[in-house]
């Protein structure tokens, strides 16, 4: 793919309808206010600012490997700020600003293929986990994958999308349904609906058991499996009784977990787990036939 955003650049068209189609149509919605590079040159936050002044976040990881090419994972945005509150999450305590379109979403994932094609490299993965809640922006977030999944649009396996959600249960039922093969996540934290509502208030409205049936569902008939993202917050979900709970609470479900120690953040007073806990929760969660690994904490990241 070409990944130009000026018509400037489709040279085989006359230079009359290069200026024509400027004046007519806006090939770039977002505009690049800064970037933000981790000290370890593999992660790096980019701030895009948008016509109407509004803000919204794009992360770009590099996962170097041993036995493949590297991968190359974006982490892209689909609302300007959220409703959902969740209490660790900077993004969640901005309030809800406004849904992205389809188009504002296509283009993060444009904008990070361009920056590493200019590096030789190639996007590998798009993970629909930055500012927002995707299924609080349903249509606009999957006309977007369809788009950058479409021959005629970037190309990208279904199977290269992971989106995430807190678990707006209908949703998730209706994902089930589409002719897609994204995967997905389910944003859980806790293993009890007394400490989950705490962390995400959604809880309240979607507690754990309608969740996880809701997923059970998804997994029936899409064949594939659920992810469960856990932040681990010391002394608070990372304790030996959460795994155990966690495990009986996936048994028999095609399912995996992944965890990652707290990013924290100021608006929130928990702190990160040790490494030590982190391998202490996932042993447990083996020992009871979960799967489990431990995620890599992206130091720019939101939650």
């Known amino acids: 793919q070409r990944l130009w955003d000026s018509p400037e650049q489709f040279t085989t068209l006359s230079k009359k309808l290069r200026e024509k189609l400027d004046q007519e149509f806006e090939f770039s919605h977002l505009q690049t206010e800064k970037i933000i590079r981790a000290s370890d040159r593999r992660t790096q936050k980019i701030l895009f600012r948008l016509p109407d002044g509004l803000a919204l976040e794009t992360v770009l990881m590099h996962y170097p490997l041993k036995t493949s090419h590297d991968r190359h994972t974006v982490c892209i945005s689909t609302q300007v700020g959220c409703a959902m509150g969740c209490t660790f999450c900077a993004t969640g305590q901005m309030g809800f600003q406004r849904n992205l379109s389809s188009g504002e979403i296509v283009e993060q994932v444009v904008n990070s293929a361009r920056q590493l094609a200019e590096s ?9 986990m930055g500012m927002g809640e995707p299924f609080h922006n349903y249509d606009a977030t999957l006309e977007a994958i369809r788009r950058l999944n479409h021959p005629e649009g970037m190309k990208m396996g279904a199977r290269r999308f992971t989106i995430s959600t807190v678990g707006l249960v209908p949703r998730i039922r209706q ?9 997905l996540a389910i944003s859980l934290h806790a293993a ?11 809880n309240d409205k979607y507690p754990i058991r309608e969740v996880l049936n809701a997923c059970r569902e998804y997994a029936k ?3 594939r499996r659920v992810t469960f993202e856990w932040a681990l917050v010391k002394d608070v979900n990372d304790t030996a009784e959460q795994a155990r709970k966690l495990a009986l609470l996936l048994r028999g479900m095609l399912a995996h977990v992944n965890v990652i120690p707290l990013n924290p953040t100021n608006q929130f ?18 020992e009871n036939g979960i799967p489990c690994n431990i995620r890599l904490r992206r130091v720019l990241g939101n939650c």
């Open 192 to 202: 009890d609906d007394e400490l989950r509502s705490s962390m995400l208030p959604i």
């Open 269 to 286: 007073d928990g702190e990160a787990s040790s490494a030590n806990q982190a391998k202490a929760f996932q042993e447990i969660l083996e």
């Open 221 to 223: 008939i899409t064949s």
């Open 120 to 128: 030789g490299h190639s996007l590998t993965n798009v993970v629909v």
């Open 175 to 183: 994902l089930a349904q589409e002719d897609i093969q994204v995967n």
